[in-house]
Protein backbone atom coordinates (compact mmCIF):
# COMPACT_ATOMS: atom_id res chain seq x y z
CA UNK A 1 0.00 0.00 0.00
CA UNK A 2 0.99 3.29 -0.93
CA UNK A 3 2.40 5.90 2.02
CA UNK A 4 1.56 9.52 2.22
CA UNK A 5 4.96 10.38 1.10
CA UNK A 6 4.77 8.15 -1.81
CA UNK A 7 1.13 9.59 -2.09
CA UNK A 8 3.05 13.11 -2.30
CA UNK A 9 5.98 11.97 -4.53
CA UNK A 10 2.85 10.44 -7.06
CA UNK A 11 1.34 13.58 -7.18
CA UNK A 12 4.66 15.53 -8.04
CA UNK A 13 5.72 13.49 -10.67
CA UNK A 14 1.88 13.72 -12.55
CA UNK A 15 2.14 17.32 -12.09
CA UNK A 16 5.57 17.51 -13.31
CA UNK A 17 4.80 15.40 -16.64
CA UNK A 18 1.30 17.58 -17.09
CA UNK A 19 3.41 20.80 -17.37
CA UNK A 20 5.59 19.43 -19.74
CA UNK A 21 3.78 17.68 -22.04
CA UNK A 22 1.40 20.74 -22.24
CA UNK A 23 5.04 22.79 -23.55
CA UNK A 24 6.45 19.91 -25.32
CA UNK A 25 5.79 20.95 -29.26
CA UNK A 26 3.34 18.48 -29.91
CA UNK A 27 4.08 16.38 -33.60
CA UNK A 28 2.61 18.03 -36.72
CA UNK A 29 -0.40 16.41 -38.43
CA UNK A 30 0.94 13.93 -41.13
CA UNK A 31 0.55 15.33 -44.36
CA UNK A 32 -1.58 13.38 -47.06
CA UNK A 33 -1.32 13.82 -50.59
CA UNK A 34 -4.89 12.93 -50.79
CA UNK A 35 -5.48 15.71 -53.64
CA UNK A 36 -3.03 14.03 -55.85
CA UNK A 37 -4.55 11.05 -54.83
CA UNK A 38 -7.64 11.94 -56.17
CA UNK A 39 -6.30 13.19 -59.41
CA UNK A 40 -4.84 10.08 -59.73
CA UNK A 41 -7.85 8.14 -59.43
CA UNK A 42 -9.79 10.82 -62.10
CA UNK A 43 -7.74 9.74 -64.55
CA UNK A 44 -7.28 6.38 -64.02
CA UNK A 45 -11.20 6.29 -65.18
CA UNK A 46 -10.45 8.24 -67.48
CA UNK A 47 -7.70 6.13 -69.04
CA UNK A 48 -10.30 3.24 -68.63
CA UNK A 49 -12.69 4.62 -70.63
CA UNK A 50 -10.39 5.41 -73.67
CA UNK A 51 -9.40 2.23 -73.40
CA UNK A 52 -12.95 0.49 -73.86
CA UNK A 53 -13.20 2.98 -76.44
CA UNK A 54 -10.18 2.58 -78.22
CA UNK A 55 -9.63 6.12 -78.24
CA UNK A 56 -5.31 5.20 -79.22
CA UNK A 57 -4.15 8.82 -79.06
CA UNK A 58 -6.28 10.01 -75.65
CA UNK A 59 -4.99 6.45 -73.84
CA UNK A 60 -0.83 7.42 -75.11
CA UNK A 61 -1.51 10.94 -73.86
CA UNK A 62 -3.31 9.82 -70.69
CA UNK A 63 -0.62 7.17 -70.12
CA UNK A 64 1.88 10.37 -69.61
CA UNK A 65 -0.49 12.05 -67.29
CA UNK A 66 -1.11 8.61 -64.99
CA UNK A 67 2.69 8.33 -64.97
CA UNK A 68 3.50 12.18 -64.47
CA UNK A 69 0.96 12.15 -61.32
CA UNK A 70 2.09 9.09 -59.79
CA UNK A 71 5.87 10.14 -59.55
CA UNK A 72 4.23 13.39 -58.00
CA UNK A 73 2.78 10.95 -55.54
CA UNK A 74 5.70 9.27 -54.61
CA UNK A 75 7.52 12.18 -54.27
CA UNK A 76 4.84 13.55 -51.58
CA UNK A 77 5.14 10.49 -49.86
CA UNK A 78 8.95 10.58 -49.45
CA UNK A 79 8.71 14.04 -48.00
CA UNK A 80 6.22 13.19 -45.59
CA UNK A 81 7.81 10.30 -43.94
CA UNK A 82 10.92 12.32 -43.90
CA UNK A 83 8.83 14.98 -42.08
CA UNK A 84 7.52 12.46 -40.25
CA UNK A 85 11.17 10.69 -39.09
CA UNK A 86 12.33 14.34 -38.13
CA UNK A 87 9.73 15.29 -35.81
CA UNK A 88 10.30 12.09 -34.28
CA UNK A 89 11.87 12.86 -30.58
CA UNK A 90 15.11 10.25 -29.97
CA UNK A 91 12.77 9.42 -26.69
CA UNK A 92 10.15 10.25 -25.61
CA UNK A 93 9.29 12.11 -22.32
CA UNK A 94 9.27 10.51 -19.08
CA UNK A 95 5.94 8.30 -18.21
CA UNK A 96 4.54 9.42 -14.88
CA UNK A 97 5.66 6.34 -13.10
CA UNK A 98 8.94 7.00 -14.73
CA UNK A 99 9.10 9.88 -13.17
CA UNK A 100 7.69 8.84 -9.87
CA UNK A 101 10.75 6.26 -9.81
CA UNK A 102 12.98 8.97 -10.35
CA UNK A 103 11.63 11.23 -7.27
CA UNK A 104 11.50 8.01 -5.21
CA UNK A 105 15.53 7.69 -6.01
CA UNK A 106 15.98 11.21 -5.54
CA UNK A 107 14.55 10.97 -2.26
CA UNK A 108 16.61 8.24 -1.23
CA UNK A 109 19.49 9.32 -2.95
CA UNK A 110 20.14 13.03 -1.41
CA UNK A 111 19.75 13.99 1.82
CA UNK A 112 16.76 16.64 1.13
CA UNK A 113 13.88 16.49 -1.39
CA UNK A 114 11.48 19.78 -1.83
CA UNK A 115 9.03 20.29 -4.55
CA UNK A 116 7.33 23.79 -4.99
CA UNK A 117 4.11 23.38 -7.38
CA UNK A 118 3.57 27.37 -7.12
CA UNK A 119 6.91 28.24 -8.51
CA UNK A 120 7.05 24.76 -10.41
CA UNK A 121 10.44 23.75 -8.88
CA UNK A 122 12.37 20.56 -7.83
CA UNK A 123 15.18 21.27 -5.59
CA UNK A 124 17.76 18.46 -3.67
CA UNK A 125 20.39 19.31 -1.69
CA UNK A 126 23.86 17.95 -1.73
CA UNK A 127 26.26 16.97 0.82
CA UNK A 128 28.63 19.24 2.19
CA UNK A 129 31.28 19.78 -0.81
CA UNK A 130 35.05 20.40 -0.21
CA UNK A 131 37.45 20.64 -3.22
CA UNK A 132 41.31 20.56 -2.69
CA UNK A 133 40.91 21.49 0.69
CA UNK A 134 38.74 24.41 0.20
CA UNK A 135 34.84 24.04 1.58
CA UNK A 136 32.05 25.03 -0.49
CA UNK A 137 29.10 24.19 1.51
CA UNK A 138 25.99 22.12 0.72
CA UNK A 139 24.80 23.19 -2.53
CA UNK A 140 20.80 23.29 -3.48
CA UNK A 141 20.50 22.23 -7.09
CA UNK A 142 17.05 24.13 -7.54
CA UNK A 143 15.00 22.93 -11.08
CA UNK A 144 12.67 24.87 -12.83
CA UNK A 145 10.24 22.54 -14.16
CA UNK A 146 7.98 24.77 -16.04
CA UNK A 147 9.51 24.00 -19.49
CA UNK A 148 11.15 20.93 -19.53
CA UNK A 149 11.61 18.49 -21.86
CA UNK A 150 12.01 21.87 -24.88
CA UNK A 151 13.95 24.45 -23.18
CA UNK A 152 17.53 25.41 -24.44
CA UNK A 153 18.11 27.71 -21.79
CA UNK A 154 19.64 26.29 -18.22
CA UNK A 155 16.36 25.77 -16.22
CA UNK A 156 18.06 25.18 -13.00
CA UNK A 157 20.44 26.82 -10.65
CA UNK A 158 23.24 25.61 -8.01
CA UNK A 159 22.41 27.95 -4.70
CA UNK A 160 25.16 27.67 -2.18
CA UNK A 161 23.65 27.21 1.03
CA UNK A 162 26.33 28.35 3.67
CA UNK A 163 27.70 30.77 1.13
CA UNK A 164 31.56 30.65 0.88
CA UNK A 165 32.02 32.15 -1.76
CA UNK A 166 35.94 33.55 -3.31
CA UNK A 167 37.61 36.15 -1.73
CA UNK A 168 37.84 37.64 -5.63
CA UNK A 169 34.56 38.11 -6.31
CA UNK A 170 31.27 36.82 -3.93
CA UNK A 171 28.74 35.96 -7.05
CA UNK A 172 31.39 32.76 -7.90
CA UNK A 173 30.22 30.22 -4.79
CA UNK A 174 31.92 27.29 -6.37
CA UNK A 175 35.00 27.47 -9.15
CA UNK A 176 32.18 26.69 -12.12
CA UNK A 177 29.12 28.32 -10.18
CA UNK A 178 28.14 32.34 -10.38
CA UNK A 179 25.03 33.98 -9.52
CA UNK A 180 23.72 30.42 -9.39
CA UNK A 181 24.62 29.15 -12.98
CA UNK A 182 26.24 26.39 -13.40
CA UNK A 183 29.35 26.51 -16.11
CA UNK A 184 28.41 22.79 -17.45
CA UNK A 185 31.50 22.53 -19.63
CA UNK A 186 31.56 18.34 -20.77
CA UNK A 187 28.24 18.07 -18.97
CA UNK A 188 26.00 20.15 -21.15
CA UNK A 189 24.89 17.57 -23.56
CA UNK A 190 24.55 15.10 -20.92
CA UNK A 191 22.05 17.61 -18.74
CA UNK A 192 20.25 18.53 -21.81
CA UNK A 193 19.37 14.89 -22.70
CA UNK A 194 18.66 14.14 -19.44
CA UNK A 195 15.99 17.09 -19.34
CA UNK A 196 14.46 16.71 -22.69
CA UNK A 197 13.78 13.42 -21.63
CA UNK A 198 12.66 13.86 -18.02
CA UNK A 199 15.28 11.85 -16.44
CA UNK A 200 15.50 13.72 -13.10
CA UNK A 201 17.69 11.25 -11.22
CA UNK A 202 20.22 11.21 -14.19
CA UNK A 203 19.99 15.20 -13.86
CA UNK A 204 20.71 16.15 -10.44
CA UNK A 205 23.20 13.14 -9.84
CA UNK A 206 24.97 14.74 -13.07
CA UNK A 207 25.18 18.49 -11.49
CA UNK A 208 25.71 17.13 -8.36
CA UNK A 209 28.75 15.14 -9.99
CA UNK A 210 29.99 18.34 -11.71
CA UNK A 211 29.47 20.06 -8.55
CA UNK A 212 32.06 17.47 -6.80
CA UNK A 213 34.76 18.27 -9.70
CA UNK A 214 37.10 20.75 -9.62
CA UNK A 215 38.60 21.44 -13.36
CA UNK A 216 41.52 23.42 -12.51
CA UNK A 217 41.96 24.67 -16.31
CA UNK A 218 38.66 26.55 -16.71
CA UNK A 219 37.42 27.91 -13.32
CA UNK A 220 35.97 31.41 -12.62
CA UNK A 221 38.08 31.35 -9.34
CA UNK A 222 40.55 28.98 -9.20
CA UNK A 223 41.11 27.47 -5.65
CA UNK A 224 44.52 28.19 -5.28
CA UNK A 225 43.19 31.71 -5.27
CA UNK A 226 39.69 31.32 -3.23
CA UNK A 227 40.55 32.89 -0.45
CA UNK A 228 42.43 36.05 -1.71
CA UNK A 229 46.39 35.63 -1.88
CA UNK A 230 49.19 37.24 -0.56
CA UNK A 231 50.58 40.77 -1.68
CA UNK A 232 54.82 39.91 -3.07
CA UNK A 233 55.66 42.75 -1.97
CA UNK A 234 53.75 44.09 1.41
CA UNK A 235 52.27 40.64 2.34
CA UNK A 236 48.85 41.99 3.02
CA UNK A 237 46.05 39.35 1.24
CA UNK A 238 44.35 40.60 -1.26
CA UNK A 239 41.53 40.02 -3.47
CA UNK A 240 38.96 41.21 -5.78
CA UNK A 241 39.71 44.70 -7.01
CA UNK A 242 42.46 45.22 -5.30
CA UNK A 243 44.35 42.47 -6.46
CA UNK A 244 46.76 43.53 -9.44
CA UNK A 245 49.21 40.85 -11.54
CA UNK A 246 52.83 41.48 -12.35
CA UNK A 247 52.98 41.48 -16.01
CA UNK A 248 56.51 40.07 -15.89
CA UNK A 249 56.49 37.66 -13.06
CA UNK A 250 52.89 37.28 -12.59
CA UNK A 251 52.79 37.84 -8.83
CA UNK A 252 49.80 39.23 -7.17
CA UNK A 253 50.90 42.63 -5.72
CA UNK A 254 47.92 45.10 -3.79
CA UNK A 255 46.76 48.82 -4.88
CA UNK A 256 49.16 49.69 -2.60
CA UNK A 257 52.27 48.24 -4.10
CA UNK A 258 51.68 47.94 -7.76
CA UNK A 259 53.73 49.65 -10.15
CA UNK A 260 52.64 51.03 -13.88
CA UNK A 261 55.26 51.71 -15.83
CA UNK A 262 55.09 55.38 -17.30
CA UNK A 263 56.75 54.20 -20.52
CA UNK A 264 54.63 50.82 -21.81
CA UNK A 265 51.50 51.25 -19.56
CA UNK A 266 52.07 48.03 -18.14
CA UNK A 267 51.91 46.61 -14.55
CA UNK A 268 54.51 45.51 -12.37
CA UNK A 269 55.86 44.40 -8.80
CA UNK A 270 58.46 46.18 -7.16
CA UNK A 271 60.97 43.35 -8.19
CA UNK A 272 60.36 44.14 -12.00
CA UNK A 273 60.84 47.90 -12.11
CA UNK A 274 63.66 49.73 -11.52
CA UNK A 275 64.13 53.07 -10.47
CA UNK A 276 65.33 56.04 -12.82
CA UNK A 277 68.47 57.36 -11.39
CA UNK A 278 67.78 61.34 -12.55
CA UNK A 279 63.61 61.26 -12.21
CA UNK A 280 63.36 58.64 -9.29
CA UNK A 281 59.96 57.21 -11.64
CA UNK A 282 60.07 53.81 -11.67
CA UNK A 283 60.16 52.09 -14.72
CA UNK A 284 60.27 48.28 -16.40
CA UNK A 285 63.47 47.06 -17.42
CA UNK A 286 61.93 46.51 -20.70
CA UNK A 287 61.99 50.40 -20.88
CA UNK A 288 64.84 51.06 -18.77
CA UNK A 289 67.58 52.52 -21.22
CA UNK A 290 71.33 52.99 -20.00
CA UNK A 291 73.15 56.39 -20.72
CA UNK A 292 75.33 55.60 -23.75
CA UNK A 293 77.72 58.18 -21.53
CA UNK A 294 77.43 57.77 -18.40
CA UNK A 295 76.20 54.44 -18.41
CA UNK A 296 73.70 55.19 -15.64
CA UNK A 297 70.13 53.51 -16.05
CA UNK A 298 67.75 55.99 -16.80
CA UNK A 299 63.64 56.10 -17.86
CA UNK A 300 63.18 56.94 -21.54
CA UNK A 301 61.80 60.49 -20.74
CA UNK A 302 64.90 61.26 -19.03
CA UNK A 303 67.21 60.09 -21.97
CA UNK A 304 67.39 62.38 -25.11
CA UNK A 305 67.43 61.78 -28.97
CA UNK A 306 71.08 60.14 -28.63
CA UNK A 307 70.49 58.20 -25.99
CA UNK A 308 72.35 60.20 -23.91
CA UNK A 309 70.77 61.59 -20.24
CA UNK A 310 70.63 65.57 -20.31
CA UNK A 311 74.27 65.90 -18.70
CA UNK A 312 76.15 63.76 -20.86
CA UNK A 313 73.76 64.80 -24.14
CA UNK A 314 74.76 68.92 -23.40
CA UNK A 315 78.49 67.49 -22.90
CA UNK A 316 78.96 65.87 -26.24
CA UNK A 317 77.36 68.81 -27.56
CA UNK A 318 79.82 71.18 -26.36
CA UNK A 319 82.95 69.34 -26.72
CA UNK A 320 81.20 69.07 -30.81
CA UNK A 321 81.04 73.01 -30.64
CA UNK A 322 84.64 72.80 -29.29
CA UNK A 323 85.73 70.66 -31.99
CA UNK A 324 83.79 73.17 -35.16
CA UNK A 325 85.51 76.06 -33.58
CA UNK A 326 89.24 74.46 -33.62
CA UNK A 327 88.88 73.00 -36.44
CA UNK A 328 90.11 74.70 -40.06
CA UNK A 329 87.77 75.61 -42.78
CA UNK A 330 87.89 73.21 -45.47
CA UNK A 331 87.94 75.42 -48.65
CA UNK A 332 90.57 77.58 -47.16
CA UNK A 333 93.13 74.43 -47.11
CA UNK A 334 91.78 73.38 -50.40
CA UNK A 335 92.86 77.18 -51.81
CA UNK A 336 96.73 76.96 -50.71
CA UNK A 337 97.08 73.41 -51.74
CA UNK A 338 99.75 73.66 -54.70
CA UNK A 339 97.57 72.39 -57.75
CA UNK B 1 17.10 -10.21 -23.52
CA UNK B 2 16.59 -6.37 -24.02
CA UNK B 3 17.55 -3.62 -21.18
CA UNK B 4 17.74 -0.07 -21.11
CA UNK B 5 20.99 1.65 -21.03
CA UNK B 6 21.44 5.36 -20.07
CA UNK B 7 25.13 6.41 -20.98
CA UNK B 8 25.30 9.49 -19.18
CA UNK B 9 29.71 9.51 -20.40
CA UNK B 10 28.38 11.74 -23.50
CA UNK B 11 25.64 12.63 -25.27
CA UNK B 12 23.37 11.12 -22.71
CA UNK B 13 21.99 8.64 -25.00
CA UNK B 14 19.21 5.92 -23.69
CA UNK B 15 18.86 2.95 -25.57
CA UNK B 16 17.48 -0.41 -25.84
CA UNK B 17 20.34 -3.30 -26.24
CA UNK B 18 20.41 -6.92 -26.32
CA UNK B 19 22.27 -8.71 -24.16
CA UNK B 20 22.79 -12.64 -23.41
CA UNK B 21 21.23 -14.10 -20.40
CA UNK B 22 23.20 -13.62 -17.42
CA UNK B 23 25.03 -10.87 -18.39
CA UNK B 24 26.42 -9.03 -14.83
CA UNK B 25 26.66 -5.29 -14.41
CA UNK B 26 30.32 -5.35 -14.74
CA UNK B 27 30.01 -7.44 -18.08
CA UNK B 28 27.24 -4.82 -19.90
CA UNK B 29 29.29 -1.57 -18.76
CA UNK B 30 32.90 -2.96 -20.38
CA UNK B 31 30.12 -3.48 -23.34
CA UNK B 32 29.70 0.25 -23.03
CA UNK B 33 32.71 2.07 -22.06
CA UNK B 34 35.07 -0.02 -22.69
CA UNK B 35 38.35 0.38 -21.03
CA UNK B 36 37.53 2.71 -18.01
CA UNK B 37 37.32 2.04 -14.66
CA UNK B 38 33.84 1.27 -13.27
CA UNK B 39 34.87 2.94 -10.08
CA UNK B 40 34.97 5.74 -11.67
CA UNK B 41 31.36 5.72 -12.65
CA UNK B 42 27.93 6.12 -10.89
CA UNK B 43 26.23 2.80 -11.80
CA UNK B 44 22.40 2.09 -11.03
CA UNK B 45 20.34 -0.37 -11.61
CA UNK B 46 16.65 -0.12 -11.59
CA UNK B 47 17.84 3.47 -10.29
CA UNK B 48 19.03 1.35 -7.29
CA UNK B 49 22.69 0.93 -6.89
CA UNK B 50 24.21 -2.44 -7.30
CA UNK B 51 27.09 -4.96 -7.42
CA UNK B 52 29.70 -5.26 -10.38
CA UNK B 53 28.39 -8.76 -10.27
CA UNK B 54 24.37 -8.42 -10.08
CA UNK B 55 23.22 -10.14 -12.41
CA UNK B 56 21.27 -8.27 -15.04
CA UNK B 57 17.05 -8.97 -15.91
CA UNK B 58 14.68 -8.47 -18.82
CA UNK B 59 13.87 -4.91 -19.27
CA UNK B 60 16.21 -3.60 -16.54
CA UNK B 61 17.35 0.08 -16.45
CA UNK B 62 21.12 0.46 -16.19
CA UNK B 63 22.40 4.07 -16.20
CA UNK B 64 25.78 5.19 -15.90
CA UNK B 65 26.96 8.53 -15.17
CA UNK B 66 30.68 9.35 -14.58
CA UNK B 67 32.06 10.52 -10.74
CA UNK B 68 34.22 13.51 -12.45
CA UNK B 69 32.06 15.78 -14.48
CA UNK B 70 34.43 18.81 -15.62
CA UNK B 71 32.63 22.51 -15.58
CA UNK B 72 34.21 24.59 -17.74
CA UNK B 73 33.57 28.43 -19.02
CA UNK B 74 32.05 29.04 -22.20
Known amino acids: MMCRNDKRLLRMAAAIRERAMSGIQKTAAVYLPVAIWQQLVDLHHQLERARERDWQMAEMQLQRDF ?21 RPDKPFASVDELYQDLKAL ?7 SFDRQ ?13 EGVYLGTFQIQLDWSDLGCSERQSYRAIA ?32 AALQQGRLLDFFLIVANLLRTYNADSPYVSLDDWHGVECRDCGTTVSGDDRWTCENCESAVCGDCYYSCPDCDRTFCAGCVTQCEDCDEHTC ?41 NREPVEAIDAHSPV | MRVLTINNNGGGFADYVEIADGTTVAQLFEQQIS ?29 ITPTKIEGALG
Open chain 2, 35 to 63: GAKPSNYLIRVNRQPCSEDQVLQPGDRIS
Open chain 1, 285 to 325: YSCTKCCLGCERDLCPNCLEEDERCTTCHEQEESEYEDDED
Open chain 1, 161 to 192: VEGNPSAANESVTHPHVQDGFVCEGEGRPTIR
Open chain 1, 67 to 87: SAVMQSLRADLEASERALQRS
Open chain 1, 107 to 113: HEEFDEL
Open chain 1, 119 to 131: DRTLSVTTEPIEL
